[in-house]
């Protein structure tokens, strides 16, 4: 047998794929999986693609729940999971995918999700340098926004380098439908959503502070997309060059050697969301734009995956000693 591990929050997209990633994994198994309306229900009339994990009922979220596993995914709503997280006894493991715990400044959580400020914790990015180390040594890791990975991967390792200016960086990013979660709205049905793009939360989104917190970006505009797909992120990344600079040495600098899960694409071939769909990976492509020379990086990722549960593994993994790679994969699923 291996870790033990439950899924606060099991019945929204984001637990849901951790749970479907678990069921997978040589060394962790699933002993909980709590939801607040539906708990009591069958796991199954939840998520039906789940076969392997038909013995599970949902349990009322709470820390009873929770605390005889050695591991615990929080995956609910933004500013829900500091309190949980406070209640479970020292020595259980916790990587939350929601937002109580990314940010550094008190202020931007605030002016981003208001309530009370909790804390910093370790924040899941294993490719940041250094972060990879930290992760392993912690027992409280923040997993990152979905738009904030797609972004960060594209945009630090240029501004470390000296290639990009922070004080100048857009970002045009297109999701899919599940990053909005599983509650009913009007506005994501499906009459309203297919066949049109459409802009939220313009100049105003709550990633924004993460983005600039992890990725060194001082004045960032962003502007995310809601496509009509389920899942997925494209992110257009663009700056304006901090000093002359060839593509050549923008794709060098985003070539992270040794990392599993991040690609750098082929010169002219760009990222795709469906060669990401199902998987942990990031695909990264670059060039010079001819006419302003602004750096433009475009990013692709699952939000399910490397943007929240998939990513989410990948810390846990670290955490528990085990392999990076276990129960995950670099390879999308088509068509």
């Not at 939840?46 to 615990?72: K, Q, R, Y």
């Not at 910093?120 to 180390?133: N, V």
């Not at 692709?300 to 670290?318: E, M, P, S, T, W």
Request: proline share 7%.
């Amino acid at each position: 047998m291996g870790a033990r591990a439950a899924v606060a929050g099991a019945s929204g997209y984001a637990g849901g794929e951790v749970l479907r990633l678990l069921a997978g994994h040589p060394d962790i198994e699933v002993v909980a999986a709590t939801a607040h309306s539906q708990a009591g229900a069958p796991l199954l009339s939840v998520h039906p693609h789940l076969g392997s994990l038909g013995g599970l009922i949902l349990a009322a979220t709470g820390p009873a729940a929770l605390a005889d596993a050695d591991l615990v995914f929080l995956a609910l709503p933004h500013g829900e999971s500091a309190a949980l997280a406070a209640q479970l006894p020292a020595g259980v493991k916790i990587v939350d995918l929601g937002a109580d715990h990314r940010l550094h400044s008190a202020a931007a959580w605030t002016d981003h999700y208001g309530g009370p400020h909790a804390g910093a914790w370790t924040y899941g990015l294993p490719e940041l340098p250094g972060q990879r180390a930290a992760i392993a040594a912690a027992e409280r890791v923040a997993n990152t926004g979905c738009y904030a990975v797609a972004t960060i991967l594209a945009l630090a390792p240029l501004i470390a380098a000296g290639l990009a200016d922070p004080e100048d960086v857009v970002v045009v990013a297109a999701s899919g439908t599940s990053g909005a979660g599983r509650n009913v709205k009007p506005h994501l049905l499906a009459s309203e959503v297919m066949g049109s793009l459409t802009a939220y939360k313009v100049g105003a989104h709550q990633h924004t502070p993460e983005i600039k917190q992890a990725s060194g970006a001082r004045t960032l505009s962003m502007t995310p997309v809601l496509a009509p797909m389920p899942r997925g992120i494209l992110a257009t990344v663009t700056a304006r060059p901090a000093r002359t600079a060839t593509s050549h040495e923008v794709r060098a600098a985003l070539g992270y050697p040794r990392e599993p899960f991040v690609r750098l694409l082929p010169e002219g071939v760009w990222p795709t969301t469906a060669a990401t769909l199902g998987s942990n990976a990031a695909q990264l492509q670059a060039t010079i734009d001819r006419d302003s020379g602004r750096i433009i990086v475009v990013s692709a990722i699952d939000n399910l995956g490397k943007g929240a549960a998939g990513q989410a593994v990948q810390c846990a993994n670290l955490m528990l000693g085990l392999p990076e790679t276990a129960g995950l994969t670099p390879n999308g699923t088509r068509p």
